[in-house]
């Protein structure tokens, strides 16, 4: 599980599979090794930077600024950036007040490392919407499960994982946001539609109650 709290910084350029992109705001640039954004908002919802402490920091104050200075994601790490490809991003208004960064030295490179994240990406943090961070697609439907359950006021049983999953595609609670480096998804439940769904999902013996196959047996 990719979670926020206990993310290693990672030097990315050691990573020779990893697609870089260049994070540009307030006339300064980094190398972003990982990111997740909506595409329709434009809204930047992680981000994984690599570069100066400076230029880290002028950054991130940049993206914080009310209104916010333009940013923009570029395909190519920052010295190489392509032309063209250019891709705005904000921070959503929203989010102002949940974002937490951690910038750590690299001891290869000599550069920093910042890790930016909203809380919502926390297992902990009480809210009902959350991001979803995973290291795979495999993986999301149970980490989904963990996050959902710990803010729904049912319980939710492990083995419904995969259909709460395709349940929330479905009906547009989970969205898949545009992400390099990690899987990222912004979850916004709706309990009393959770409620009715599962009701009628017990009914027509799509989902068994935890127990009901012992007592059955």
């Not at 909203?118 to 009902?128: G, P």
């Not at 959770?194 to 009628?200: I, K, T």
Request: hydrophobic share 40%; net charge negative; aromatic share 8%.
């Amino acid at each position: 599980m990719l979670h926020p709290a206990n993310t290693d910084p990672r030097d990315p350029s050691s990573d020779t599979g990893q697609v870089l992109h260049t994070i540009s705001a307030g006339g300064f640039s980094a190398t972003a090794d990982a990111f997740a954004r909506d595409e329709i908002t434009e809204g930047l919802w992680f981000l994984s930077m690599v570069g100066s402490q400076t230029a880290l920091k002028a950054i991130w104050a940049s993206l914080l600024k009310q209104p916010p200075d333009p940013a923009h994601l570029i395909r190519g790490s920052d010295g190489m950036a392509l032309s063209g490809g250019y891709q705005r991003c904000h921070i959503p208004y929203d989010t102002i007040g949940t974002w937490t960064t951690k910038i750590v030295k690299l001891p290869v490179s000599g550069g920093y490392h910042a890790l930016v994240y909203t809380k919502t990406a926390e297992f902990a943090f009480e809210q009902d919407s959350f991001l979803l961070l995973s290291q795979s697609e495999q993986e999301a439907p149970a980490l989904h499960h963990r996050f959902l359950d710990r803010r729904s006021p049912l319980p939710l049983h492990d083995s419904w994982a995969r259909w709460l999953w395709q349940r929330g595609i479905a009906n547009g609670e989970i969205v898949p946001l545009q992400s390099v480096g990690v899987n990222a998804y912004r979850c916004s439940p709706d309990s009393a539609k959770l409620r009715e769904d599962l009701s009628v999902a017990v009914a027509e013996g799509r989902l068994s109650l935890p127990g009901e196959e012992a007592f059955h047996g």
